[in-house]
Every structure is written in C-alpha cells, then in structure tokens.
C-alpha cells in the first residue's frame, strides 16, 4: 500500500470522526439552548414552563396517541395559544373516557368549540378578571381560593372567567367577591362592571376520567409558579400520576420546533439504535486509525 494510499484514509477517517463528533456538538447545543417563546418548556425566562415541566417531573407530548393505553395513570397539561382542531375532539374524549385526566389552560376562549362539542357545560369568557383587593402582586395578579382547601389560594396572571351552566361541572377554583371582569378593557373598574367572585377553575367528569378547565394559561409560567400556592395546586393536581405537557397548541418558534422534533428523535427505539450504531462505527473508524498508524 502507497504511503499516499494511507494518509487518505487517515485523513478520511479522521473526517468521519470530526464529522461525528460535530453532529454530536450541534444536538447538544440545540437541545440545551433555552428559547423565549411563551409558554415553551424549553423557555427559561419569566413566560416559559421551564419550571413547571422540570419540578414536576413532566414528559414532551408529541401526540395524544402516546399516552393510548395507560390513560388511568397519566395527566396532560395542555395550555391553549391556539384553537383545538376538530379532527382532535374525538381522541381527546376517548382519552378521557378511558380514565385520563386532561388540564386545559386557556383565557380566551381557543377550547370553546371543544368544551361544546363535548357538553361540558363550560365556556371560556374571553374577558379580563382584575381584584383590587384580593391579588398577588398587582390587581392583574388576582388570588383564587380552591374550593376544597380554603386555606390555600392560587395567583393567577390576567385571567378571564368561565361561564358555569349545566353539564355536570364544578367550580374547583374562585376569586375573591372584590373581583370585577374588565369588560372595556382599560385595566380599571368602569360603572356598570359585573363585580364578585367568578369561577376561574373547574372540573368535570368524563366517563372514567377527568376535565380541569382553568381561565388563565399563565398559571403555568415561571413567574407565576414562584408562588407557593400554585406549586402546591400544580403538583396535588397531578397525584402520582405520569405528567405529559401539550405543546401543539402554543406559538413556537423555529428553535421549539427543532427541539421539539429532536425530542421526539432522542425517545424512539429507532433513535437509540442509530445512536448505538453511530458509537460502534466510530469505534471501529478510531481502531481502523490506530492499526493504520
């Protein structure tokens, strides 16, 4: 073999490697770069769920059809920027039907179709609940008190109410009666308001399982999960059951989509044989470099 022979395949070993090790470099960096898109798990700032999704143990959901078949030992936080289209209503109920429970956060309104077509008896108001009185850091900031624990409260972030009426469903969550729905939306009490306690929270039986409505998206953001009461709400919510949180429905950007889809990679049987395959060729790329030399 010429001397020439050898350095290129040194050299085009040494390649493949670098190439490797490179691709290696890029999925880490992807995968570790927070974002800033509103309510992304990946968003480390005041707006993401960072927090929420760490603290509380959570999984990526890719697609409802993952948590088809264990239903009674899993929960989905799923956060509304977006409508939920009508091709998802029926596995959705058949999920909750079957014994899962499904939290949706959402202030104006992107669930209304969905809650209707189910007969929940539940609408999303649209309109901003502010309390002078009763609130957090700001009357923006309102407290509402958890019917079934009186002692604790829980701070939301520019809420809106939900509209009770048949169906079956129960207020679980309540502002104080200092409360008023902005309905001009200056951001004060105009005469005229409606003032008093509005429900914010509710709950309703599906079958085997369960449907949380809460009026207020922002309960989840890190900002607001600084609070005590909404960590402890969070977590009793989700029992000890397997935590999945929905990103389908929000605004992500490009970066939360290439995470997202990385993810979704990183936690396939095939993935792991790629990465298994991966290490073996460059395994026996370095033997081949060293036996050269």
């Excluded at 951001?187 to 709950?203: D, K, P």
């Amino acid at each position: 073999m010429s001397r020439n022979s050898g350095v290129s395949r040194t050299l085009s070993a040494l390649l493949l490697i670098l190439a490797a090790v490179s691709s290696s470099m890029v999925f880490s960096i992807v995968m570790y770069m927070p974002t800033q898109t509103d309510l992304s798990i990946y968003n480390t700032g005041w707006n993401g769920l960072s927090r929420v999704f760490h603290d509380l143990d959570a999984h990526y959901l890719p697609s409802i059809n993952i948590v088809m078949g264990s239903e009674a030992e899993t929960i989905i936080f799923m956060p509304l920027k977006r409508l939920i289209g009508d091709e998802e209503f029926e596995g959705l109920r058949s999920y909750l039907e079957k014994g899962g429970v499904l939290a949706i956060f959402d202030e104006e309104g992107y669930s209304n179709d969905f809650l209707s077509w189910l007969g929940a008896g539940l609408k999303v108001s649209g309109v901003a609940v502010l309390d002078e009185i009763s609130k957090y850091r700001s009357r923006f900031m309102p407290l509402a008190r958890y019917t079934e624990n009186s002692s604790l409260t829980v701070a939301l972030n520019v809420p809106s109410y939900l509209e009770v009426g048949g169906g079956g469903a129960e207020p679980i969550l309540i502002t104080s009666p200092y409360a008023y729905a902005d309905s001009d939306g200056d951001g004060y009490y105009t005469l005229g308001e409606r003032r008093g306690s509005f429900t914010v929270g509710a709950r309703l039986g599906v079958g085997n399982g369960t449907l949380y409505v809460f009026s207020d998206v922002s309960m989840l953001i890190n900002e607001m999960y600084e609070f005590k009461g909404n960590k402890v709400f969070l977590s009793a919510l989700v029992g000890g059951r397997r935590l999945y949180v929905d990103q389908s429905h929000i605004e992500a950007g490009l970066l939360d989509k290439l995470k997202y889809r990385l993810e979704v990679i990183a936690t396939t049987e095939l993935s792991r044989l790629s990465i298994i395959l991966l290490l073996i060729a460059t395994s026996m790329v370095v033997y081949y470099v060293y036996r050269e030399h």
